[in-house]
């Protein structure tokens, strides 16, 4: 049965022709200059829960009044081609995103606001303004917006260590499913360390799994711990029937303070590279090279040439073996640990490169060679290439 997978964004397609219009709002309002529309603030209701609440639910509603106005709704118009018609052609679709600073950056997904001629945040309040790109990355499908207001209306949320996390943790996602907006749904942490397909040819690392409800429109909003902290970036769902089945995918808040930190001072982030292929250990690995059965690392398939693995000693694998159906390297190299720290599989190398190095850095990878001999190679990691 084939997985699906789908990044989380409302989408709506609309083909708008030269003499045609294109409306999001409900409202237009006409000034001249002899005279000033001046709206009312929206009186904000907050949730109050009734005497016989439980103190969970309380705390909840608690959390739901604090956070609220840290959330916000994006609605972006986007253009692309279409290769039979020959007008413009735009998109509209629908993502959720939070509020980082009093400076005015928004924290959602590159995938939101990719393409985005125009973008509009919504906050709770009522309020609308537009939205600037600040910038982007689709590596790990973040992406930094900023919207011009007061300090004052302005309400950050604070990222929490997700190094931290726990299996069984409750979780709190609050974004705009199916476009309806400020819904709040609650869950556990799953799992840790998943790896997910990113935007392009790299994977993302050290994911949340979460089975808190997050539907089309839940993209870049905030996964949250019960101190209302961030601690990841929804993302992505995971489903055999295309809806919410309960496998939830969210960019971890250490990687995305790292990114957003990154886009915000110099509107772009490098990642190191290693230039490596590889796959997690397996029975059939472990019974063809002889190994214990408690192994790990990571079972290295293919080194790029001229990459920094290749020019530190990293050696491609030789013959193949086929038992069970499951392919495996008579002797191949077997990446145990980087600078120290043990790895599990390739996600524990993906998030260490992503979250700890730098390009340049010179890092000590532990290698197991041929089944026998553990030999230290040191790797000077360089810039991530370009699609």
């Not at 409202?27 to 001249?32: D, E, F, G, K, R």
């Not at 950056?105 to 985005?116: F, S």
């Not at 409750?170 to 556990?188: K, N, Q, Y």
Request: charged share 15%.
């Amino acid at each position: 049965m084939n997985e699906w997978v789908k990044r989380v964004t409302s989408l709506v397609m609309v083909a708008l022709l030269m003499l045609g219009a294109f409306y999001i709002g409900t409202m237009v309002v006409a000034t001249n200059a002899s005279r000033t529309v001046v709206f009312d603030a929206l009186q904000q209701v907050a949730v109050t829960p009734p005497p016989d609440a439980t103190d969970q639910e309380r705390q909840l509603a608690d959390l739901y009044n604090t956070v609220v106005n840290s959330v916000v709704s994006i609605e972006v118009v986007a253009q692309f081609e279409h290769p039979t018609v020959i007008d413009e052609q735009f998109a509209q679709s629908g993502g959720t995103g939070f509020v980082l600073d009093t400076d005015g950056h928004i924290v959602t997904n590159y995938h939101v606001v990719e393409g985005a001629v125009q973008i509009a945040v919504n906050f709770h309040d009522g309020t609308i303004v537009r939205g600037e790109v600040v910038g982007l990355d689709p590596d790990a499908d973040i992406a930094v917006i900023q919207v011009d207001l007061p300090v004052e209306e302005l309400t950050p949320l604070s990222l929490a260590d997700s190094s931290q996390l726990f299996v069984g943790q409750t979780t709190i996602a609050l974004g705009s499913p199916f476009g309806r907006d400020w819904t709040m749904t609650t869950g556990i942490i799953s799992a840790l360390g998943r790896t997910i397909r990113g935007l392009n040819i790299y994977s993302i690392g050290e994911v949340i799994q979460t089975d808190t409800a997050i539907n089309p429109g839940n993209s870049g909003g905030p996964l949250l711990n019960l101190r209302g902290e961030v601690i990841g970036v929804n993302a992505q769902i995971a489903s055999e029937v295309r809806a919410n089945s309960g496998v939830g995918f969210a960019i971890p808040s250490n990687l995305v303070r790292r990114v957003a930190n990154a886009l915000i001072e110099k509107g772009q982030i490098d990642y190191s590279y290693i230039g490596i292929q590889g796959g997690d250990m397996t029975l059939a690995q472990i019974e063809t090279m002889n190994l214990p059965n408690n192994a790990h690392g990571i079972v290295v398939g293919f080194v790029e040439e001229n990459s920094p693995a290749a020019r530190g000693g990293l050696h491609n694998p030789g013959r193949e073996r086929t038992v069970d159906g499951i392919t495996a390297y008579i002797n191949a190299d077997i990446i145990t640990a980087i600078d120290g720290l043990p790895l599990r599989d390739m996600s524990d190398l993906i998030a260490y490169l992503a979250s700890q190095t730098q390009p340049g850095q010179t890092v000590t990878l532990t290698v197991l060679r041929d089944g026998r001999d553990m030999i230290d190679l040191p790797i000077t990691l360089t810039s991530r290439p370009t699609q």
